[in-house]
């Protein structure tokens, strides 16, 4: 995806807010937020906060942080003010002010897994951005690749990189067009009360239209019912606050075999398309 395509996605879909070109200036949002936990060893802090206007909705999530002395001292419940820079590539915190303490007590009721290689993946169903229902078990006998998403995040590092993750993927595997045939691609929303499939066919179809058509993959993307919700992104590894009914917008990619078991798991953006396309390649039978 060129960076034009990229920049109309985000206007679209984000609600006006742009990353724009290599050239576009850093943005700076004010956020007031509850911290949920600190690493600054990592220079990661999870926060809670509000609506940003002209950025995102109301998230909890993880960010990078300028200078990680400034979390030092922070722990779960404080309350903060700072200022988020997202640029071109990234986002993060800076000019990280403590309000108030809290009392240090994480959030009740938090629930995390970690996937593991061989574990048979439970029959989820979902809405695809047609409309049409969809379910696990109907991918059996090609490798599918998950991941989630939600079509406001305009954290470039976050959403949007894991959907141009899956095209570099699909672009690598046109050169074996019998793997591509075998393979499958799902962005899973986690905003179900907002990503309808109308509004999941006008995103996927932005990313689509950068995919040369002489080898279209199959990529849906598709969102859960909400009350199914939980199950899934408990499965799959994201944080799920069920005393707030809240996802931690946390990233979880995983690898499903052609018998729909776990081949490999992945927690991070850290991740390259050649190495998941290589690990991809590998679950395929050679016939």
């Known amino acids: 995806m060129n960076c034009n395509q ?50 995102m909705p109301a998230m909890t999530m993880s960010y990078m942080v300028a200078d990680p002395k400034q979390i030092e001292k922070l722990g779960p419940g404080d309350k903060i003010t700072a200022d988020l820079l997202v640029s071109d590539n990234k986002g993060r915190l800076e000019n990280i002010v403590l309000v108030s303490k809290g009392d240090g007590k994480p959030s009740p009721g938090n629930s995390q897994r970690l996937s593991e290689r061989g574990e048979s993946v439970p029959n989820f169903a979902f809405v695809s951005q047609d409309g049409k229902p969809i379910q696990i078990r109907d991918y059996l006998g090609k490798t599918l690749l998950v991941t989630f998403i939600y079509t406001r995040c305009p954290l470039p590092e976050f959403c949007p990189r894991m959907n141009e993750n899956f095209r ?27 990503d309808t499939p109308a509004i999941l066919k006008h995103y996927a179809s ?28 408990y499965f799959f590894g994201l944080e799920y606050q069920p005393d707030r009914a809240q996802i931690v917008h946390s990233l979880s990619t995983t690898l499903i075999g052609p018998t729909g078991k776990i081949e490999n798991y992945y927690s991070d953006n850290k991740w390259t398309p050649a190495e998941v396309a290589q690990a991809l390649q590998s679950t395929i039978p050679q016939s």
């Not at 936990?37 to 999870?46: D, F, K, M």
């Not at 595997?173 to 907002?194: G, N, Q, V, W």
């Not at 995919?211 to 992104?233: E, R």
């Open 206 to 233: 932005i990313y689509n239209r950068s995919v040369s058509l002489d080898a279209p993959a199959d990529w849906q993307f598709a969102v859960p019912a909400m009350k199914d919700l939980p199950q899934i992104a």
């Open 168 to 194: 570099q993927i699909q672009a690598i595997l046109r050169k074996s067009p019998d793997t591509l045939k075998k393979t499958a691609f799902l962005s899973i929303s986690f905003d179900p009360e907002h």
């Open 6 to 55: 990229f920049l109309v996605l985000l206007l679209v879909i984000s609600g006006g807010f742009s990353v724009g070109c290599q050239s576009a200036p850093e943005k700076r949002y004010p956020i007031q937020a509850e911290v949920i936990s600190a690493n600054p060893e990592r220079q990661l802090i999870t926060v809670r906060h509000g609506d940003i206007p002209g950025m």
